[in-house]
């Protein structure tokens, strides 16, 4: 695969994802919320020229240079393709479980962090919103844990892929059927489990931080149950109205 390749695919899955996402939340509405879209967006916008800019198809020319120069450990063993699609899924999406929960604990990723817990609103728009900073502070670990695992330029697709559409959908304003709601949520994050994770106040906010399996929380004790019929409030506390500007300059203040 090159590199033009990986971007065509990435950039294709993200169109559907956000298909998906959005008739999904029209077909079997949650809350009937209006996405933050002035400020999601913009900062959609801008992820997309910074992180673009500083490192566009950076984790692609990472796991290219690991399998030419026969680094980590899938490059390491002779595991199938599909076993090395596999192993990336589940071992990034450790990974990024792992960098979420410490971005709740440690107060300075926490600052970066807060900019996307600030939606008072939740519907997929917002799982376009997040800190530039916090983008570029997590590239080191992702591309890191890309190099570890030796993961091919493929698998990391696969996880991106993967990811993109576990973001996209479960931060939708979604119902889905109570019974297959709680089915699904024993594997996968679903709306409602994340929908739980962005409690403006509470412990529940410290609970949830998967993207795409949810075992990895109920393997590491941070685990809250939640289906479609629970009333979440949303947000982070004294924010109502957020600008562009001010999630901006949200890392420069601390909050609750
Ligand atoms: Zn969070
Ligand atoms: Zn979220």
């Known amino acids: 695969m090159d590199e033009g390749t990986f971007q065509l695919c990435r950039a294709s899955a993200f169109g559907l994802a956000v298909v998906l996402a959005f008739a999904l939340q029209r077909l079997t509405p949650h809350a009937r919320l209006r996405g933050s879209w002035s400020v999601n967006g913009g900062l959609w916008l801008l992820n997309a020229v910074v992180v673009g800019l500083v490192c566009g198809a950076c984790a692609f ?147 949830n931080f998967g993207t795409i399996f949810s075992g990895w929380d109920q393997v590491l004790g941070t685990f809250t149950p939640s289906d479609s019929s629970a009333a979440v409030d949303t947000g982070l506390p004294g924010l109502s109205r957020v600008t562009l500007g001010d999630a901006l300059a949200l890392p420069m203040h601390i909050r609750q």
């Open 61 to 207: 020319s990472v796991a290219d240079w690991a399998t030419r120069e026969h680094i980590g450990i899938l490059n390491w063993t002779t595991a199938p393709t599909w076993m090395a699609m596999a192993s990336a899924i589940v071992m990034l999406d450790l990974v990024s479980y792992a960098w979420h929960r410490a971005n709740h604990r440690i107060g300075v990723l926490w600052r970066f962090h807060q900019v996307h817990h600030s939606d008072p609103t939740f519907t997929a728009s917002t799982g376009l919103r997040f800190h530039p900073g916090e983008l570029l502070l997590s590239l080191p670990i992702r591309l890191g844990a890309v190099i570890l695992l030796g993961a091919p330029a493929a698998a990391v697709l696969a996880f991106e892929v993967a990811f993109t559409f576990a973001n996209l959908i479960e931060h939708g304003d979604i119902d889905l059927p109570q019974r297959s709601e709680r089915m699904l949520g024993r594997v996968f994050v679903t709306p409602a489990l994340h929908r739980r994770h962005h409690t403006r106040l509470g412990p529940a906010r410290d609970t």
